[in-house]
């Protein structure tokens, strides 16, 4: 049964948190703006956007799409992709031409595409928001069917329709109470998981982002294999649900008080309690990390295809003297380069 109401106002995001989130959190703050606004959510089928999205109280319709990315790498698999895309183009079109929402709003991703494209065929209006320095393909190419284009860096005005493009604020999830969390309150919200740590030792934060980050778990395995023995120090590590067991095992079997999870909506707590943050360079990432003002390695992850992280982090570490900026290349050669900034953040003077 599809949804009707004439305040339904679809979102599409897919593949990352940190495309999930931000719109999420807009999504919230067009509910407590008008509480009849019913909320249509398009987004892959991937685990982590049915964790984030299918009992989601703030959807009302999740509408999981089987799309699969581009087969850059595997032309031979295009055909399977061309079908998938087909199916999708003519499920979303079905929805869209049933629900008829007031608006489209888009903060990333391939699902994107579609969604947008028969959106503006059905003239729905398209509101594209683009969270990091340089756009993205999907935002690229919808850029010429969008209505308005919001932009969270300046830089990224300059790879888009001026006349439609506004800079604005990154959607953070946390309020300005969320930032006011204490150390001893947030302390008491992690120590039920944490029972080996104590308030006195070093606490390092790693975040490798909603999907983990192979790389950076290695790294941080290197740092703490070169540990001396009697290190006052404790770790809260995001892994991603492959690694997890691995790491939990490894922390173990070095005595290393330590709480690993796979991922965790509310991270403020662990932001909170940390001396030292390290941290990949997801614009969502970045900008719930730079109001607290804490010593933050940013590693940003690069790609072939993609070098939006290290943009993001060039962009951010110019303004933000806590933000200390180590490339992936650079540390792969010189690991030490990592384990020397560390120690030297460890001791920050405002610790």
């Not at 940003?300 to 993609?306: E, I, K, N, S, V």
Request: aromatic share 8%; with cysteine; net charge positive.
């Amino acid at each position: 049964m599809q949804l009707v109401s004439n305040s339904l106002v679809c979102f599409v995001a897919g593949q990352s948190a940190g495309h999930i989130l931000p719109a999420l959190t807009l999504a919230e703050r067009l509910k407590q703006a008008n509480p009849t606004t019913k909320i249509l959510f398009f987004s892959n089928a991937s685990t982590l956007d049915l964790k984030l999205l299918s009992s989601n109280p703030l959807v009302d319709q999740h509408v999981p799409l089987q799309l699969p990315q581009i087969p850059y790498r595997a032309p031979w698999r295009l055909p399977v992709f061309v079908w998938q895309l087909a199916k999708t183009i003519w499920r979303v079109y079905r929805i869209l031409q049933q629900t008829r929402p007031v608006q489209i709003i888009s903060t990333g991703g391939l699902v994107s595409v579609p969604v947008g494209v028969i959106g503006w065929w059905l003239k729905v209006p398209l509101t594209l928001y683009e969270l990091n320095v340089h756009s993205g393909k999907a935002v690229k190419f919808l850029a010429r069917f969008a209505t308005q284009i919001k932009v969270c860096f300046a830089q990224a005005v300059h790879d888009l329709p001026k006349g439609k493009s506004e800079l604005v604020d990154y959607p953070i999830r946390f309020t300005v109470r969320d930032y006011q969390l204490s150390k001893p309150q947030a302390w008491e919200d992690v120590q039920a998981g944490a029972l080996q740590f104590l308030p006195t030792n070093k606490t390092v934060l790693i975040l490798g982002g909603s999907q983990g980050s192979r790389s950076l778990n290695e790294l941080v395995m290197g740092y703490v294999n070169q540990l001396p023995a009697g290190m006052h120090l404790q770790i809260i590590h995001q892994t991603g649900a492959q690694n997890c067991g691995l790491l939990q095992q490894f922390y173990k079997l070095r005595a290393m008080p330590a709480l690993v999870f796979s991922y965790q909506a509310n991270l403020m707590p662990y932001m909170v309690l940390a001396d030292l943050i390290i941290c990949r360079a997801g614009a969502g990432t970045l900008a719930e990390i730079v109001p607290l003002q804490k010593p933050t390695i940013v590693i940003p992850l690069q790609t072939t295809y993609t070098s939006h992280q290290l943009e993001n982090a060039q962009a951010l570490a110019t303004l933000y003297s806590h933000l200390s900026l180590l490339t992936q290349s650079e540390i792969e050669v010189n690991p030490q380069m990592l384990y020397e900034r560390i120690a030297t953040l460890l001791v920050w003077p405002q610790l």
